[in-house]
């Protein structure tokens, strides 16, 4: 009966601190259901309008203005954290709207599936296809809203299928996403050294320095795919593998180490969609272009952008497929293909005769690829 102990106060001081936690959650779930109906009203709006359901420069602004919003009042939560919890949110909300699918270059624990979850979330239905052509056939006839495909590797360059696949197809670019490839080794316990590290040759390779350093005694064994080399780890307690972190994740196996953030290659991925996207504040453009296999030809191109004050961000070349054939340019602009300038600099290669193709338009993004712009 006389004064409780520290531990029992402890203990107290404990249950009222959850109770408290308790009562925020219950709240955070009633903000989030009062969120939930004005995000369908906002689809019915969308709807009515014949807008896309999926806004990726709506959703970066929103980030970014969540993340201010954290720091002026001096919140305890990371930009990261701000970012990743919203990021949830925003993926409940797309599925709650329009149950979106989204078909990626698989297989399920890819590069690929994992852009596509840091860009969509967890709460939409994804769909691994076998190849490109199977990823522009799932959003032609509607069976996914969206794919997701590589574009551009800072080491290999432009991933030819995707722009082979984009130049004869009704589809378009809608969004960009850059991605650092950070690669990690995966193992069953973080208890047992690996004697041997699996891992698709060319992972091998490109981990080969800080593999050597990190574990040398390890044998580093090729294998035909990353899938194979996880699924050989998780059959052998002293075997690992070298693989994404979300392939680690679906194989329930523990993360040893991580590349060092210097050797991680930089990609370019693209959201692929039925239409461009739609303006933004800055915006990038990709054309395709065949002019005349003669020479001047480029230069008279280029001209042609200079005047309008449109900056060429790069430039990918074809050879004709004859002899007299045209020649097939790749171009990144600044700009969108439905706003001035680029849009009064389109209508120019028409009256010249200049055949021309938009590929996309989407919203402008630090992408950290190396690659030298063509001054204008």
């Known amino acids: 009966m006389g004064e409780a102990t520290p531990s029992s106060s402890g203990e107290i001081d404990l249950q009222a601190i ?90 399920a ?17 994804y769909l691994a296809q076998p190849s490109v052509e199977s990823c522009f056939d799932r959003v032609l006839a509607r069976d996914a809203s969206y794919a997701v495909l590589p574009l551009e590797h800072s080491h290999e360059g432009v991933v030819e299928h995707t722009l082979d696949h984009l130049c004869d197809s009704a589809l378009r670019i809608y969004a960009q996403i850059p991605w650092s490839l950070e690669m990690v080794v995966m193992a069953q316990s973080a208890q ?48 690992a593998a070298v693989g994404t972190p979300l392939a680690a994740e679906l194989a329930g196996l523990r993360v040893l180490a991580g590349s060092p953030p210097e050797r991680n290659s930089q990609a370019r991925f693209i959201i692929l969609g039925p239409r461009c996207g739609p303006p933004s504040a800055q915006d990038h453009s990709m054309l395709m272009i065949e002019a005349c296999d003669r020479v001047g030809s480029l230069a008279n191109l280029l001209l042609q ?44 290669l028409s009256r010249q005769g200049i055949s021309h193709r938009v590929l996309g338009s989407y919203p402008a993004m630090n992408d950290g690829l190396s690659r030298q712009n063509v001054a204008t």
């Open 18 to 107: 959850r109770a408290g936690i308790d009562a925020l959650d219950e709240q955070l779930i009633d903000l989030l259901n009062q969120r939930a109906a004005l995000v369908l009203q906002v689809a019915e709006v969308k709807k009515r309008a014949d807008l896309d359901i999926y806004v990726p420069c709506r959703e970066e602004s929103l980030l970014k203005r969540l993340a201010q919003y954290n720091q002026r009042c001096g919140g305890l939560l990371s930009e990261r954290g701000i970012r990743a919890i919203f990021r949830e949110i925003m993926s409940a909300a797309l599925a709650l709207e329009d149950n979106l699918r989204i078909a990626y270059l698989g297989p």
């Open 109 to 125: 624990g890819s590069w690929t599936h994992q852009v596509a979850i840091s860009k969509f979330g967890q709460s939409v239905e």
């Open 192 to 239: 047992v050294a690996p004697k041997i590290i699996f891992g698709s040759a060319q992972s091998l390779e490109t981990c080969r320095p800080w593999l050597m350093q990190r574990f040398p005694a390890a044998l580093l064994q090729p294998c035909e795919s990353s899938n194979l080399a996880v699924e050989a780890a998780t059959r052998q307690a002293d075997c």
């Open 305 to 348: 952008f200079a005047r309008h004050d449109i900056q060429v961000r790069h430039l990918e070349t074809r050879q004709p497929r004859s002899s007299n054939g045209p020649a097939t340019f790749f171009v990144e602009l600044s700009g969108h293909a439905d706003v001035d300038p680029l849009r009064g600099c389109l209508e120019d």
